[in-house]
């Protein structure tokens, strides 16, 4: 059993296949994927695969690198969405100042906004977090009662263990198979196993062998491999225990 807790199948690479790709994961194993939206756009989509496939469910958010277009009613219709039975989290969310595509303040405003958002309709949040450690942290301090996922998490095991007091979970992408991985795997060796979720990001950050493809759910076992290898235990544990922990994260039965 395999749970991929963040793809991003409204991606136009999957334009071609997407159907025939997604018809397949059963049968690979993927027991379950979330369909991450980034924008309005991609979240109805989410939740359109979450309506055709039974596997599948979706979160709702507005990525940093668009915060720069949020309007008060881009929040209400992102309640409304996440009101769909399969709608699991807000996200992804957060703060990204490596690439700065919006304004650092304006992030910071609906990085709150849809905190609130989540607080709001208990919810969990996927939390992304690039060159900002700092102030996503200063920021989630102020809603303690909010949790859910920093995926693809980025960070040392001094911020994971901050996080993780906290409550959250951590969630790696096939980056942790690259050879220059240096802070993942610390972290993934000393942090609780019933915190930790597997995630492709698909299309991106494909794992070795793969690296420099198209990234898809399919390649979710190469980065159980690498967790395995750190666990000391068999990939078919790895895959049961972050799956339940996916379950877990968002409410899933």
């Known amino acids: 059993m395999y749970f991929d807790t963040h793809a991003h199948y409204s991606d136009e690479r999957f334009n071609e296949d997407r159907d025939e790709l997604l018809g ?17 756009e991609s979240s109805g989509f989410g939740l359109t695969l979450a309506d055709k ?15 720069k277009g949020i309007t008060d009613e881009t929040v209400c219709d992102l309640e409304q969405m ?25 992030q910071k405003k609906w990085f709150r906004e849809q905190l609130e958002l ?4 208990k919810k969990p949040v996927i939390v992304h977090m690039r060159e900002a450690t700092a102030d996503t942290l200063d920021l989630i301090r102020d809603y303690r009662d909010v949790s859910g996922v920093f995926h693809c998490f980025p960070g ?7 996080l ?22 610390e972290v993934i060796g000393k942090m609780p ?6 995630e492709t990001d698909c299309p991106y950050m494909a794992p070795e062998p793969m690296r420099g493809q198209r990234n898809s759910s399919l390649f979710l076992p190469y980065i159980a491999e690498k967790v395995a290898d750190i666990w000391g235990v068999s990939t078919e544990e790895v895959a049961e225990i972050t799956a339940k922990n996916g379950m877990r994260c968002f409410g899933i039965i």
């Open 24 to 40: 397949s994961m059963n049968d690979a194993g993927i027991t379950f994927i979330l369909n991450a939206g980034c924008c309005l």
């Open 53 to 67: 496939y039974p596997f599948i469910y979706a979160s709702v958010g507005v990525h940093p690198h668009d915060t």
């Open 82 to 106: 996440l009101s769909h039975p399969k709608a699991v989290a807000v996200g992804e969310i957060g703060l990204d100042y490596l690439y700065d595509y919006s304004p650092r303040d304006v």
């Open 118 to 121: 989540s607080r709001r309709i």
């Open 156 to 162: 040392s095991w001094e911020t994971a263990k901050v």
């Open 164 to 185: 993780l007091d906290m409550g959250w979970f951590l969630s790696y992408t096939g980056v942790i198979t690259f050879k220059n991985a240096r802070k993942a795997p």
């Open 193 to 198: 196993r019933d915190r930790l979720m597997l």
